[in-house]
C-alpha cells in the first residue's frame, strides 16, 4: 500500500514537471507597478493597460508564434522594494523584460541590476535623465524609456509659462524627498531664466508625509508670484491647489507637469479650473480613442492616470515589435531591437530611440489646460 | 503682522486636529501602558465610513458623521478584542502589545487598499471652506475656525465625561492603577473596551475633518505620527498634555515652515520632542512612573 502511495507521488511529480516543461512555451514579461501606497493609483492603471496590450497581442496570436505572459509585481513606489520586485522577475520568472516603474527613483535603484543580468527594462514614467545614462555620462545598456525626460519637460513648463503666457515671476513649490520633482525644477530654473523669467519664491516640502502647504502658500501670496510652478506628483499638487484657493490666492496660475492625474478633480474641485498641464498624451488624442474605449469597457473604469496607462499600453507593444524584430527570445538581442527602434507607430506616438541616451528624440510636449471638470487639450508645443 | 497672525491660525487649526488623535493615544496609554499604533487605522475608518455614508447612502453630515463616529469607535473595540485581549491576558509586558499594534495598522490599512483602491478620495464639500476675512487682518479659511471649535467641544466633552460619569470615574481609577480598580469591582474588560471606543470616535473626528481637508486614502492614518510626537511632549497619559503638545507643535510647524524653511519643519518638531524628553523625561505633564518597592 505504501509502495503504491508512493508511486502515486511519483507519477504526480513527474507530471508537475513535465506540465512545467511544457508551459514553458510562454514569452515573460515582468511589470514593476505601484500597486499599494503613495502611487497605488498610477500603478493599478499601468497594470490593467498593459494587460489589455497583451490581450490584444494574444489574440492576434501572440509573438513568434508563442503568447506574452505578464508578471507584475509590487513596488510600493519605494526603491528597494524595485530592487526586490526585479531580484524575483528574473532569478525566479526568468523573464526576458522588464517594464517599469512609473518612478526615477525605482529605475535608478533596479538599473545595476538589470544591466548585471542583461534584462532589458524600459521605465514607463521616469523623467530623470540618470534613468538611461549613468552620473559619468555614459549611457546604461539596459535601460531605456517611452517618455520624454525631465530636462526636455522643465524647458517644456519654462517655454510654456514665459513665451506663451507671458508670466516672469515664479513661485516654486517642490517635493524635496522626490528624484523627479528635484530633477524637474533645476531644469525649469535653469530654461525660465533663459527666457527671461525670475523666480520669487522657491520652497520644498516633504512628499509622502506633508499634506499641508498652508505656510509655504502663505509666503508665497506675500511675494507677488503670479504664477505657481509644481513639479510634482497628483496628490500634493491638487492639495496645494485646493489650499492655495482656500487662502484667497484667486489670481495666481498654477502651471505643472506630468504628474497631473483625472483624479486630482476629486481632491481640489472647481480650484483646478484654469491651471495648464505639461504631459505626454492628451486623453482626447484620437489615437488613443480606442484605448480608452476599451479599456473603459474591460474594466468599467475612466483612465483617470491616463499617462500611466498610455505609456504602459504602449511599452508593450513597443516591446513586442522589438522581440519581433530581435527574431528570438533572447534578452540580448532584444535590447539591442530595442537600441535601434526608428521611426516605430506607437499608438500615442512615434517613436525613434537615441542609442547614446536611451531616450526618445523629439516628442512633442502637450498641454492641457483643466475646463470643466477635466484635463482638455489646449496645444501642441515645440520650444 | 498679518502674516503672523495668518499662520498663529494655521497652526491653532493643525493643532487642534493633531489634539483629538493625540488625545487618543493618551487615553489608552494611561489605561494599559503602551502606545496603541493603530490608533491612525481608526481616522481612516472613520474617514471611509463618511465618505460611504455621504456618497453611496445619500446621508446630510450629521448623520454620515455620527455613523462614522461609532463604526471607528465599534472597529476600535474589536480591534482590542481580537489583537490585544489575547495578549494582555496571557502576558503583562507591554511590549507585545505595541507590536500587536504595529500589526493590526498595516493590516487595517491593506484592507483598505484591496478592498476600496488606493485611489484618493474627497469627501463632498459638506464642510464650508471659503476664505474668511478676520477685521482684515488675516484670511483663514472657514474649516480652520470651525475645526478649532469643534476640536474645542469634543474635548471639553471629554473632559466632563472623565469628570463627572461614574464611567469617567472608574477610567481615573483605572489610570492611577488597573489592578486595584479591578480589585474595587470596575469590570476591567468593559472599562477598557470603553476606552478603546471613546479614543475611536475622537479619531473619526479628526479623520473627518482631515478627509475633507485633505484627502482620504489608505495611509491617511500616517499623519497620526505627529499626533503621537505631540502625546509625548504633552506626556503621555496626560490628556490636558495631549492638548498642549498639539497645540505647540501645530504653531512650531506652521511658524518654521512659515518663517525659516518648509524643509526644516520635521527637523524642528523632531528637535523639540528630544530636547523635551532630554529635559523631563515623562514630557511636559507626564507623571513620573516610579516603581513602588
Redesign the interface.
Same mark, same amino acid.
Given at each position: 500500500m505504501r509502495k503504491l502511495a508512493l508511486t502515486v507521488l511519483l507519477l504526480a511529480l513527474a507530471g508537475t514537471i513535465c506540465g512545467a516543461a511544457f508551459a514553458e512555451d510562454t514569452i515573460k514579461v515582468g511589470h514593476i507597478a505601484a500597486l499599494t501606497g503613495d502611487w497605488a493609483a498610477y500603478g493599478k492603471t499601468e497594470e490593467m493597460a498593459a494587460k489589455l496590450a497583451i490581450e490584444e497581442i494574444n489574440s492576434a496570436g501572440g509573438v513568434l508564434g508563442k503568447k506574452i505572459e505578464l508578471i507584475v509585481y509590487d513596488w510600493k513606489a519605494r526603491p528597494e522594494d524595485a530592487v526586490n520586485a526585479a531580484r524575483r522577475l528574473i532569478d525566479e520568472d526568468k523573464v526576458v523584460a522588464i517594464i517599469g516603474p512609473n518612478g526615477s527613483g525605482g529605475n535608478i535603484a533596479t538599473a545595476p541590476l538589470v544591466n548585471s543580468k542583461q534584462v532589458p527594462q524600459i521605465g514607463t514614467l521616469p523623467t530623470n535623465p540618470l534613468v538611461t545614462v549613468g552620473e559619468d555620462g555614459k549611457v546604461k545598456p539596459y535601460n531605456f524609456r517611452i517618455c520624454f525626460t525631465d530636462p526636455y519637460q522643465g524647458k517644456l513648463i519654462a517655454y510654456f509659462t514665459a513665451k506663451e503666457l507671458g508670466k516672469l515671476k515664479a513661485a516654486i513649490l517642490y517635493d524635496v524627498a522626490s528624484d523627479y520633482s528635484q530633477g524637474l525644477r533645476e531644469f525649469f530654473v535653469e530654461s525660465y531664466k533663459e527666457y527671461g523669467g525670475e523666480v520669487v519664491a522657491d520652497l520644498g516640502f516633504r512628499g509622502a508625509q506633508d499634506v499641508d502647504f498652508r505656510a509655504q502658500l502663505t509666503e508665497i501670496k506675500n511675494k507677488n508670484a503670479d504664477v505657481l510652478v509644481l513639479p510634482n506628483m497628483g496628490k500634493e499638487m491638487a492639495l496645494i491647489i485646493k489650499q492655495a484657493r482656500e487662502l484667497g490666492m484667486n489670481e495666481i496660475v498654477f502651471i505643472g507637469g506630468d504628474g497631473y492625474g483625472e483624479f486630482m478633480w476629486e481632491i481640489a474641485g472647481d480650484a483646478m479650473e484654469n491651471s495648464y498641464w505639461i504631459t505626454h498624451v492628451a486623453p482626447e488624442d484620437p489615437n488613443m480613442a480606442k484605448f480608452f474605449a476599451d479599456y473603459k469597457a474591460k474594466y468599467n473604469d475612466e483612465c483617470k492616470e491616463f499617462a500611466n496607462g498610455v505609456m504602459a499600453y504602449d511599452a508593450i507593444y513597443w516591446l513586442k515589435d522589438a522581440i519581433e524584430r530581435a527574431g528570438e527570445v533572447n534578452s540580448v538581442k532584444i535590447r539591442d531591437a530595442l537600441e535601434t527602434t526608428k521611426d516605430l507607430k506607437l499608438h500615442h506616438a512615434t517613436l525613434t530611440i537615441n542609442p547614446a541616451d536611451h531616450n526618445p528624440q523629439d516628442k512633442d510636449g502637450v498641454v492641457l489646460i483643466a475646463k470643466d471638470g477635466k484635463g482638455q487639450f489646449f496645444k501642441k508645443i515645440k520650444p | 503682522m498679518g =502674516?503672523l497672525l !495668518? !499662520?498663529i491660525i494655521?497652526g491653532l487649526s @493643525?493643532g487642534s486636529v493633531y489634539a483629538l488623535i493625540a488625545v487618543g493615544y493618551s487615553l489608552v496609554y494611561s489605561i494599559l501602558l503602551f502606545s496603541n499604533f493603530a490608533h491612525g487605522s481608526f481616522l481612516v475608518i472613520g474617514g471611509y465610513s463618511c465618505y460611504f455614508a455621504l456618497k453611496t447612502l445619500g446621508m446630510n453630515i450629521w448623520l454620515a458623521g455620527g455613523l462614522s463616529l461609532i463604526a471607528a469607535g465599534v472597529s476600535a473595540i474589536l480591534t482590542e478584542r481580537l489583537a490585544y485581549k489575547p495578549i494582555r491576558e496571557r502576558t503583562n509586558v507591554t511590549l507585545y502589545l505595541l507590536i500587536a499594534s504595529m500589526g493590526m495598522s498595516i493590516v487595517i490599512e491593506?484592507i483598505f487598499?484591496v478592498t476600496v *483602491? *488606493?485611489? #484618493?478620495?474627497?469627501l463632498p464639500?459638506v464642510i464650508p =471652506?471659503?476664505?474668511v476675512?478676520l477685521f482684515g487682518l488675516a484670511?483663514t479659511?472657514a #474649516?480652520d475656525l470651525i475645526s478649532l471649535v469643534v476640536a474645542i467641544i469634543c474635548l471639553g466633552g471629554l473632559q466632563l465625561f472623565l469628570t463627572r460619569t461614574k464611567w469617567g470615574l472608574a477610567i481615573r481609577a483605572a489610570a492611577y492603577n488597573l489592578r486595584i480598580a479591578g480589585l474595587m469591582g470596575v469590570n476591567v474588560s468593559r472599562l477598557i473596551s470603553l476606552v478603546f471606543f471613546v479614543a475611536g470616535v475622537l479619531a473619526a473626528v479628526g479623520g473627518i475633518f @482631515?478627509s475633507v481637508?485633505?484627502?482620504l486614502?489608505p !495611509?491617511l492614518g *500616517?499623519?497620526t505620527i505627529k499626533a503621537f510626537v505631540a502625546a509625548v511632549i504633552g506626556g503621555l497619559g496626560s490628556l490636558p498634555g495631549a492638548v498642549v503638545g498639539s497645540l505647540i507643535l501645530g504653531l512650531a510647524?506652521? @511658524? =518654521?515652515? *512659515?518663517f525659516i524653511?518648509? !524643509?526644516l519643519?520635521?527637523l524642528v518638531v523632531f528637535s523639540l520632542l528630544v530636547i523635551t524628553l532630554l529635559f523631563r523625561p515623562t514630557g511636559l505633564f507626564g507623571k513620573s512612573v516610579g516603581e513602588k518597592v
Open positions: - | =502674516t !495668518q !499662520q494655521n @493643525l491593506n487598499v *483602491g *488606493g485611489r #484618493f478620495r474627497a464639500p =471652506t471659503n476664505p476675512n484670511t479659511s #474649516f @482631515l481637508r485633505y484627502t486614502y !495611509q *500616517g499623519i510647524e506652521m @511658524l =518654521t515652515a *512659515g524653511s518648509s !524643509q519643519r520635521d
